[in-house]
């Protein structure tokens, strides 16, 4: 229901403003820009799904090899102690518990083409398992605010933005999106197991938060330890060799289990293409009410009212030029991209603002995206609190960015 009032807020807020600028303002060009916008959103949105289908069929090609083989369920039974206290509802050992670390892996690697299929093979299998087909279960619920959070380790795109608007140091803002993006999954998951009842405080979770921790604090070490240039080289090569590793990996146990690699990847593959198709109107759907409210100016009121209650508080107020990222954000990847690179363009890459910019884009991921492609290609249509607790993991995001900009960048901004 939450997702239902959201979408219907987009046409309604955007048509009122719309009036007003056409009845106080003299704007006859803005309903036009709107239905403009409504027809390329939904262009778009086909062509996102077509750009899918090629992917989706390689990587759920890849994923059919891996369960053919007994690689999932084997991954799934060694993580059952740790991921069965976030997903009780999971029964121990399901290969669904393969897939949700194939997919956890290749988001926090920064490998969006890879983390996309083996989150729709994720989404089915828990499916599988959903008794109120219609219904998000809780599983479900938990695995969706994971992704919504984005924890990245490897912020390849956002580093590469930089570079290409001649940022000095591309690599400056790896640290801060690190830190930023694990706050935001921690609370996402903290709200997900508070809204479920899960019990965190146990041996398997403490366990991995320690690893998690040194994994966390050793990356760090490692990168301040090289140079700038070299950051950006050895973060791509790494995240490159560990994801043509696994198609090895799973090629080569198909091989040892006498299975045939290639009959299991065309029977994957095929299911890529129906995926793709089905997610179609879902992505219509938000990437046009998206495209309404942003092009009739609700969310740069949005920004500015925030600027405004802000500066009246007294609080410096730089931060606000980077908000419209932030907003997008939840929004639409690509458009959230977009506001970055102007805000580079108009500021520059190296300015307090550019680089806060970059850091609040790569501190979680686009909530309402996720949530049409994930949720629609299932047919799931009551979300229950999965906006509620996606859009608090967005928010935390938003805040962590903000207070760690201001406290690596405030004083070296131009």
């Known amino acids: 229901m939450v997702l239902n009032y959201i979408w219907i807020a987009f046409f309604l807020i955007a048509f009122v403003i719309a009036l007003i600028k056409v009845i106080f303002l003299g704007d006859t060009e803005i309903f036009t820009a709107i239905m403009n916008s409504t027809f390329d959103s939904s262009k778009t949105a086909f062509e996102i799904s077509l750009g899918l289908t090629g992917v989706l069929a390689l990587w759920l090609g890849i ?211 129906t995926t793709a198709v089905r997610i179609i109107p879902y992505l219509v759907a938000f990437l046009v009410g998206i495209a309404v409210f942003r092009t009739s100016g609700a969310m740069d009121y949005l920004v500015g009212g925030i600027g405004y209650v802000v500066g009246l508080c007294g609080v410096d107020t730089s931060f606000v030029g980077a908000l419209p990222t932030a907003l997008m954000k939840s929004l639409s990847g690509s458009g959230a991209n977009g506001l970055m690179i102007d805000t580079m363009k108009e500021l520059g890459p190296d300015s307090f603002v550019g680089r806060m910019s970059c850091v609040v884009r790569g501190a979680s991921d686009t909530t309402f995206y996720i949530l049409a492609v994930y949720f629609g290609s299932v047919g799931i249509s009551k979300t229950r609190n999965a906006v509620t607790c996606g859009l608090i993991a967005d928010f935390s995001g938003i805040i962590a960015a903000i207070l760690i900009s201001y406290l690596f960048f405030f004083k070296v901004r131009i």
């Open 63 to 273: 994923m059919k090899i891996g369960e053919n083989s007994g690689l999932i369920s084997a991954l799934a039974r060694f993580l059952s102690p740790v991921l069965c206290r976030l997903f009780p509802d999971i029964p121990k050992g399901h290969p669904v518990l393969g897939s949700i670390f194939m997919n956890m892996s290749a988001n926090m690697l920064g490998l969006d083409n890879a983390a996309t299929p083996m989150g729709l093979k994720a989404m089915k299998e828990l499916q599988e398992l959903n008794p109120k087909k219609d219904t998000a279960s809780n599983p479900m619920i938990m695995f969706l605010v994971i992704n919504t959070s984005g924890l990245i380790l490897i912020p390849i795109s956002i580093m590469v933005y930089r570079a290409q608007m001649g940022a000095a140091q591309p690599t400056d803002v790896f640290i801060p999106i690190l830190l930023s993006t694990f706050i935001s999954t921690l609370v996402g998951v903290i709200a997900v197991s508070i809204a479920q009842k899960i019990n965190l405080i146990n041996k398997p979770i403490l366990i991995l938060m320690g690893v998690v921790s040194l994994f966390f604090s050793g990356l760090i070490y490692l990168f301040i330890s090289v140079s700038r240039e070299e950051m950006g080289t050895y973060s791509t090569l790494i995240a490159n060799i560990i994801l043509f590793g696994v198609i090895i990996l799973f090629i080569l146990t198909g091989i040892r289990k006498k299975i045939n690699v290639y009959d299991s990847f065309v029977e994957g593959a095929k299911e890529g293409f």
